[in-house]
């Protein structure tokens, strides 16, 4: 089995963002920017993205309409909010639309590899469910039996 470089979109137009994130190694992960939500969608579809941190800087409206959008079509991928200076309620409020996590500063390669890390696991442990409900729903279904009521 090949192993894939897992693929992680930075929603950004901050150069100072993307050169913290040039630390990450690129061995494990393969890096992706977009400076726009319509670029990041069109991204996200093209390179089958589950990995997505959002800056807020683009303009938090901006940032929670893409991370609603997202969620809309979309429960399993990982949603980071990258909210340097986001004050508590700014918090609750991207939990409440949708963020998985949030990072308040980027200077940390330790914390961004760690969330990148988390994120990576749990996206893996969520498809695998999802995989293996559905082999097991389609193992039923073909023979002939009835399948279980939860």
Known sequence: ??????KILFV???????????????????????????????????HHVKIIFIDLELGKKIGYNLCEEIRSTDQISFLCAIAE???VFGLSKCRE??????LTRL???????????????????????IISESNRFITHNLSGKLIPQA
């Not at 089995?1 to 897992?6: C, D, L, Q, S, V």
């Not at 200077?107 to 469910?129: N, V």
Request: net charge positive; aromatic share 8%.
């Open 1 to 6: 089995m090949i192993n894939k470089k897992t």
């Open 12 to 46: 950004t137009n901050r150069a100072c963002v993307k050169k913290q994130i040039s630390n990450i190694p690129q061995c494990k992960y393969e890096i992706l920017f977009s400076d726009t939500p319509v670029d990041c969608l069109k991204l996200k579809s093209k």
């Open 85 to 87: 200076n986001t004050h």
């Open 97 to 102: 639309i949708g963020f998985d996590d949030y």
């Open 107 to 129: 200077d940390s390669k330790e914390e961004l590899l760690q969330t990148i890390y988390m994120a990576d696991k749990s996206i893996k442990k969520w498809l695998s469910l």
